[in-house]
């Protein structure tokens, strides 16, 4: 069963921080 | 990393780099990559320890753009559990099943906490790879050339494509050393690939719109050399066994 992406303590598997465009 | 292009750890926060310790007290040198899989667990690549086996010899960071040197925002580990496959093995060529999971805690017992260059990398669905063609990105601080003997100090990154089993049985390519628990990538210009040092680190595809785990980089004939694609051991292919180590409680994410 897929988990969700959100795993425990605050990871989001495979998310880069994407920069906020100015 | 032979052509792609520096980078910064942002790009790839799940991007672990680990060091072997000195015995005379000179700083640790730099040994393999690898990848954060859940908050406390770093998949690896086993031929990277097998000679030294002992968990106390290596530490890990998460976070660093460049190696050897402080970067803000970084977070250093102990190695807690140095886990091998069972049937790891070295070939006339290349490995087999070669993959290792390392533990790992800070100083004061934490595990890794999110950050803009901290985060976990998602696992393949059970035998769920991206098809052959698709482009996957692999990450390190190995050599810039083969031979080369100096490891850049930053970061690089590249893009390389998936090719068939099919194809990288065929005998001018690596014939019989390829199982169907390994995945094969080049650059169709033979001008980008994972050298001597990536050893360990990722090979990321898109899986139905998820950065994934599909490889770790394991070996390869020489680096960018025609006819001799990069050859990963196919997380898809270990799930069970990354599973039956370190379990679902601890924020794997499938």
Known sequence: KPSSAVDQQGFQCGQKALRPRF | ?254
């Open chain 2, 1 to 254: 990393i032979v052509g792609g292009e520096f980078t910064n750890v942002e790009n790839q926060p799940w991007f672990a780099t680990i060091y072997q310790k000195n015995s005379g007290g000179a700083p640790p040198f730099f040994k393999c990559g690898g990848s954060l899989i859940s908050p406390c667990w770093v998949a690896s690549a086993a031929h990277c320890f097998i000679h030294h086996p002992k968990k106390e010899n290596y530490v890990v960071y998460l976070g660093q753009s460049k190696r050897n040197s402080y970067n803000p925002g970084e977070m250093k580990f102990e190695v807690e559990q140095l886990i091998f496959h069972e049937d790891f093995s070295e070939e006339s060529l290349g490995y087999r099943n070669d993959i290792a999971l390392l533990k790992i805690r800070t100083s004061t017992g934490q595990c890794a906490q999110p950050s803009r260059s901290i985060q976990t990398i998602c696992l393949p669905p059970r035998f769920g790879d991206a098809p052959v063609g698709s482009d996957c990105e692999i990450t390190g601080f190995g050599q810039e050339s083969h031979p080369d003997y100096l490891f850049p100090m930053n970061l690089k990154m590249s893009v390389v494509k998936l090719i068939s089993h099919e194809e990288c049985k065929q005998p001018h390519y690596y014939g019989s050393e390829i199982n169907y628990k390994v995945l094969c990538a080049a650059d169709p210009e033979w001008k980008t690939d994972a050298c001597h040092g990536d050893s360990g680190g990722p090979l990321i595809c898109n899986i139905d719109g998820r950065l994934t785990l599909s490889g770790i980089v394991s070996w390869g004939e020489g680096c960018a050399k025609k006819n001799k694609p990069g050859v990963y051991t196919r997380v898809s292919s270990f799930l069970r066994w990354i599973q039956s180590h370190i379990g679902e409680e601890n924020g794997l994410a499938f």
